[in-house]
């Protein structure tokens, strides 16, 4: 019902900024909220942000915290990650996730994921 499609990743330098888009072609209208969650190689999947709705909730994982802002606009079926001051290690796979339940860091709460977005920051 829902597919997702990231766009914007790319290959930045330590300190540069990113905007990361997150398309939402959906058939039938529900509440969803959404997420960010990243992957490195190697490395688990880990919660990067998330957004209510209405998008008056807003979740950040402690590491991109002041520095990454997630927002959404509904009449366009978008949700957009700003990275700014970007780090090495904020290196990784973004996807994004919706789900019919309240914003949540837990991966298993969200029903619908991206492919991914490879974001690159060099040193």
């Known amino acids: 019902q829902v597919q997702l499609v990231e766009s914007g990743g790319g290959l930045v330098q330590a300190g540069g900024s990113l905007r990361l888009s997150c398309a939402a072609s959906?058939?039938?209208?529900?509440?969803?909220?959404m997420g960010w969650f990243r992957q490195a190689p190697g490395k688990e999947r880990e919660f990067v942000a998330a957004?209510?709705?209405?998008?008056?909730?807003?979740y950040y994982a402690n590491s991109v915290k002041g520095r990454f802002t997630i927002s959404r606009d509904n009449a366009k079926n978008t949700v957009y990650l700003q990275m700014n001051s970007l780090k090495p290690e904020d290196t990784g796979v973004y996807s994004c996730?919706?789900?019919?339940?309240?914003?949540?860091?837990?991966?298993?709460?969200?029903?619908?994921w991206g492919q991914g977005t490879q974001v690159t920051v060099s040193s």
């Open positions: 996730a919706a789900g019919e339940r309240d914003p949540s860091a837990v991966s298993g709460r969200y029903d619908y």
């Open positions: 957004i209510s709705w209405s998008g008056g909730g807003t």
């Open positions: 959906i058939r039938t209208f529900r509440p969803y909220a």
